[in-house]
């Protein structure tokens, strides 16, 4: 059966994950890519390589962002959050932005990557955040209880 999940539910499935699906507004449609990232509750945390993704986002900086848990077709959750890209130019924002980065992946600076088809290391990478504006999410197969979370 299908069901709304509640933010809550929602804040739970993006805290589980740190690799998501970013969509930014492209002159011929919808460029999607998959990032990392960190999730502090209002902001979705992330770094890119220069490049294509990062002056889309500069452009049209209302973006979407989706997660999904898929145990298979009828048991799965997903999440969509709808935001906007900011940035980070000011040191200690940028630091304290690389410091939830390497937390989120176990405190390993190699396990978070940056660039689609290639990597940048996080210390030379452009750091953002997404703020957060609008969340939903939907399951199939998972009850509304707390324990099934």
């Known amino acids: 059966m299908l069901r709304e999940l509640s933010r809550a539910e929602c804040d739970l499935v ?4 740190r ?14 890519v998959p990032i990392c990232y960190a999730f502090d509750g209002l902001h979705l945390y992330g770094h890119a390589a220069s490049g294509r993704k990062v002056s889309l986002m ?3 900086p209302h973006v979407a962002f989706e997660v999904d848990e898929v ?5 799965w959750r997903s999440v969509l959050v709808r935001g906007r890209f900011e940035e980070l130019s000011d040191d200690a924002e940028q630091a304290r932005a690389r410091l939830r ?4 992946f176990d405190g390993n600076p190699q396990h978070v990557t940056a660039g689609h088809g290639h990597r940048v290391a996080l210390a030379d990478a452009i750091l953002f955040r997404i703020r957060i504006e609008d969340v939903s999410g939907r399951a199939e197969g998972f009850p509304d209880s707390p324990s099934m979370i």
């Open 14 to 17: 993006l805290e589980r994950h």
């Open 58 to 60: 500069r452009r049209w």
């Open 101 to 104: 980065l390497v937390r989120a």
């Open 19 to 32: 690799v998501g699906r970013l969509g930014i507004r492209d002159a011929e449609g919808v460029y999607l």
């Open 71 to 75: 145990e298979d077709e009828s048991r």
